[in-house]
């Protein structure tokens, strides 16, 4: 339709609401300053509209990630610290006898912390897979027409969620083998079958 006509129909006089322009950037400054004067209520270059769009989104999912991964760090480590203390509670009595028998503490302490290495070696694939089908599934979710997520996981994530898994097990094997050092051997000798 022609704009004449549009205008005719809506009863008003002629009006722009908006114009895209294609400039050439060696005259972009002088557009600026003649926009400036004029009555245009606003403009925006696109070029510079993107860069600050993507900046923004740059940001916000930097900020998202940093709080996911530091939640995820906190969760880690409590599932393999409260697995690590469970398993020293209901092997403790055994433990303490393996003591007063004549175990050393690195042998009780070989014994506790290989079982949750044992129950750790297999959680480290397990866990990869299940985080790398889960995003596939989260991504394809929030797919639509006007939007599209690549799968993109890098190796290097994969090596941090690792470096993580085995730094809260570390940390974890030695908070527990503080607490072996005092298990109670008397309570053991005293304690009827």
């Known amino acids: 339709m022609q704009l004449g006509e549009l205008n005719r129909l809506l009863a008003e006089p002629e009006t722009y609401s908006g114009v895209n322009l294609l400039l050439d950037p060696a005259h972009e400054r002088e557009l600026y300053a003649v926009l400036k004067r004029t009555a245009a209520a606003a403009f925006s270059v696109r070029r510079g ?15 998202i990630r940093r709080i996911e991964v530091i939640f995820s760090v906190i969760i880690a480590f409590g599932v393999v ?22 175990f050393r503490r690195s ?23 299940a985080g790398h089908q889960l995003t596939a599934v989260v991504l394809s979710a929030m797919s ?29 094997a030695l908070v527990v083998r503080r607490r072996l050092d005092a298990l109670d051997l008397v309570a053991v000798l005293k304690a009827r079958e």
Request: glycine share 4%; hydrophobic share 55%.
């Open 49 to 63: 509209t993107l860069a600050n769009y993507q900046a923004m989104t740059h940001a916000a999912m930097d900020f």
């Open 144 to 172: 639509s027409s006007r939007l599209h997520l690549p799968f993109l996981v890098e190796t290097s994530t994969y090596a941090f969620a690792v470096l993580v898994f085995a730094a809260a097990a570390l940390v974890s």
């Open 81 to 102: 610290y409260n697995s690590a203390r469970i398993a020293l509670a209901e092997r403790s009595r055994e433990l303490s006898t393996l003591r007063v028998l004549g």
């Open 107 to 129: 042998e009780i302490s070989a014994v506790l912390l290989g079982e949750i290495a044992a129950l750790a070696a297999p959680a480290i694939p397990l866990g990869l897979l």
